[in-house]
């Protein structure tokens, strides 16, 4: 890309992995803001840059947090809702929207390891859900952007004592720490050699 990305925005910032991923970028000196629905979830001890209240489908509150950004981050989820729902990927088209607009290239987004399988071999309670990320990884593909799409396994919330592995285009491993998958989101911003993949991870397999 054309500069480092210093300013960055997260959407999704509350989340369990927006979360670890705030708090890795602006470890990392970033200049991060957040896009959030309710502040209120918010820790009082991480500090962003900026904080942006809005819905993720409301165009016009997308947009005022892309502009002046130099690349998105997108950690987008339902938490324990697995229902039929499209707002994942309708918000995406609105960051994607924004992006567009405010001239902004270098985007990663965390879906799903389960865009990798069969579908017939996704457990069932997941299948909406899925179906919903399928939709997301569409319209990337469908954009001009520079995206980099996360597919995490299983995420775990403790700590990783082992190195981890990325592989584009192909899964790895069964799980991965939420804290190497901030790193990786953060990373892969910089990451030239993942620009228009999927992303596998994981770690090695213990004999």
């Excluded at 991060?32 to 918010?42: G, Y």
Aim: glycine share 6%.
């Amino acid at each position: 890309m054309e500069k480092v990305p210093k300013k960055i925005v997260i959407f999704g910032a509350t989340g369990n992995t927006g979360l670890v991923t705030t708090e890795y970028a602006i470890k990392n000196g970033y200049e991060v803001s957040v896009f959030i629905r309710d502040p209120a979830k918010l820790p009082a001890d991480l500090k962003p840059h900026k904080v942006f209240v809005g819905d993720v489908l409301n165009q016009e509150n997308v947009d005022s947090a892309i502009e002046g950004q130099d690349a998105v981050v997108v950690t987008l989820g339902t938490r324990t809702d697995l229902g039929p729902t499209t707002v994942l990927s309708e918000g995406l088209k609105n960051i994607i929207n924004g992006m567009v607009k405010h001239h902004v290239k270098r985007i990663t987004c965390c879906i799903s390891a389960f865009l990798f399988w069969e579908r017939s071999k996704v457990p069932e309670m997941y299948i909406p859900v899925t179906e919903d990320h399928e939709r997301m990884l569409n319209v990337l593909k469908a954009s001009d952007r520079e995206w980099v799409a996360l597919f995490p396994p299983h995420i775990t919330s403790e700590p990783s004592n082992q190195p981890y592995t990325l592989k584009n285009d192909k899964p790895y491993g069964r799980m991965i720490s939420k804290y190497d998958l901030a790193e990786i989101m953060v990373k892969c911003l910089t990451d030239e050699e993942r620009i228009g993949h999927t992303i596998g991870m994981g770690y090695e397999p213990k004999s």
